[in-house]
Nanobody, 122 residues
């Protein structure tokens, strides 16, 4: 089992940057693919980025490609989401999640954090 705790959210102006962290506990972190999802008010949860267990493969939603970077440190059992050139439409609650396989599909993820709010002002 994996427990996940996100941090690093906040209020930032458009064009600014934030780095989200997701600290994981549990023995299976290094074997797990990790993903970031987000959910804006009144919208469904959507895929943002994912990274495989070794960190050697990453995939991004088209809406964040070139602006966001996912990474992981297995020694620290932490996954990160560096967000640059933020836009008001990036405003959402951001969740990290763990899965057995690399996927952009919500249903493939077994464990979820509680989420961290990101608000981008125009």
């Amino acid at each position: 089992q994996v427990q996940l705790v996100e941090s690093g959210g906040g209020l930032v102006q458009a064009g600014g940057s934030l780095r989200l962290s997701c600290a994981a506990s549990g023995r299976t972190f290094s074997a797990s693919a990790m993903g970031w999802f987000r959910q804006a008010p009144g919208k469904e949860r959507e895929f943002v980025a994912t990274i495989n267990s070794s960190g050697g493969f990453k995939s991004y939603a088209d809406s964040v490609k070139g602006r966001f970077t996912i990474s992981r440190d297995n020694a620290k059992t932490t996954v990160y989401l560096q967000m640059n050139s933020l836009k008001p439409e990036d405003t959402a609650i951001y969740y990290c999640a763990a899965a057995r396989i690399l996927s952009s599909r919500y249903g493939q993820y077994d464990y979820w954090g509680q989420g961290t709010q990101v608000t981008v002002s125009s």
